[in-house]
């Protein structure tokens, strides 16, 4: 019997150890599309620092392929395409069409992306396909071809819908990639989540403060806290996701804001939109923040902290635009009041 295929589309620290574990695992073809680093990492292999997996040296998958049209080229339909990428939809472009030359009638989509609505426009645009929530609880970052693999692999996987709403076959395809997942001696974690939408909203009581206000001072989430940042901020700014979470109905299990708290402790680790910023790359700013607190205005949830959060790295989002050529300030355009300057931006940049 054939083994299932993979797509992994995003070789940053996350998907790079998702195809690490199918490997290993070896009960599928796994395929990397890696875009930027394609040259370093076909000659080179990775080199991968993993509490998980141990040392090793010029590591590949069993594909490596430049993008998803080619790998849908060389190695034909996939079963599972699991989406590791950034979700950016201020970005260049979006996760949907980045995948679409691969998506068949038989392929499942697996989002192991952070944030919230994440799979709301992924469903509109694939109806007919099964669209499953992963939430990472890695901890992992992609340098160069270097991966730092701190945090034991371990992924939350569900349906994004309603059990009655599902295709079903849905929890047919959530077995079989447990089952070509999950390896041996407890080396990885893959566990089914009954309640998605309960998950990434206890996700985002660390997303929502760890991961941007890290990426706002540029520091680990260590020195944050050596430097006062608990008491100060995060544990205040992580009552604010609870109340936003409370005004849709999804009560956030007591114990998460310590869990998450303390669960970095010892590692100095900085998160992905920490990492994202000092690389001078645009951020998952409005799926990990931005959506949140649009329910927060639209159910008069207070969010101070959080708020003023948002809007700062809005200016840290668009300097990285301006200086990676996405968008251009003409000076000219803005000689008037400045109390016009966001309305003529707007109307410009039609955001």
Aim: charged content about 25%.
């Amino acid at each position: 019997m054939s083994r299932p295929k993979v797509l992994v589309v995003g070789s940053g620290g996350v998907g790079t150890i998702c195809a690490l574990s199918l490997t290993v695992r070896d009960r599928s073809e796994v395929t990397l599309v890696v875009r930027s680093d394609y040259d370093l990492i076909t000659s080179k292999g990775y080199t991968i620092n993993s509490c998980t997996y141990g040392k090793l040296e010029g590591w590949r998958p069993h594909h490596v392929a430049r993008n998803v049209v080619e790998a849908r080229e060389l190695y034909g339909e996939f079963d599972y395409i699991v989406l590791t990428t950034k979700n950016i939809p201020d970005g260049t472009s979006t996760c949907e069409d980045i995948i679409r030359p691969a998506v068949t009638e038989k392929s499942t989509i697996i989002l192991v992306q952070n944030g919230l609505s994440i799979e709301e426009p992924m469903i509109a645009a694939f109806p007919k396909n099964t669209i499953l929530s992963g939430v990472s609880l890695i901890g992992s970052t992609n340098y160069n071809g270097v991966i730092e693999n701190k945090g034991r692999d371990h992924i939350i996987l569900g349906d994004f819908k309603k059990p009655e709403l599902r295709h079903e076959n849905s929890q047919e395809v959530i077995d079989k990639f447990v089952e070509i997942y999950q390896n041996d001696n407890g080396l990885n974690k893959i566990e089914i989540d009954n309640d998605a939408q309960k998950t990434r909203w206890e996700k985002l009581v660390y997303n929502c403060v760890f991961n941007t206000m890290t990426a706002l001072v540029n520091l680990d989430v260590s020195r944050c806290q050596i430097f006062s940042g608990n008491d100060a901020l995060f544990r205040p700014a992580m009552k604010e996701v609870i109340a936003i979470a409370k005004s849709v109905g999804i009560e956030v299990s007591p114990e998460i804001p310590e869990k998450y708290i303390h669960i970095g402790d010892g590692f100095f680790y900085s998160p992905s939109m920490c990492v994202d910023m000092r690389k001078n790359q645009l951020m998952e700013l409005e799926v990990i923040l931005g959506n949140p607190l649009k329910i927060a205005e639209k159910n008069k949830v207070s969010t101070p902290i959080l708020s003023t959060v948002y809007h700062l790295l809005i200016m840290v989002q668009q300097r990285i635009k301006e200086e990676r050529g996405i968008i251009k300030i003409d000076p000219a355009d803005f000689q008037c009041n400045s109390d016009k300057y966001s309305e003529i931006y707007k109307q410009k940049y039609h955001q």
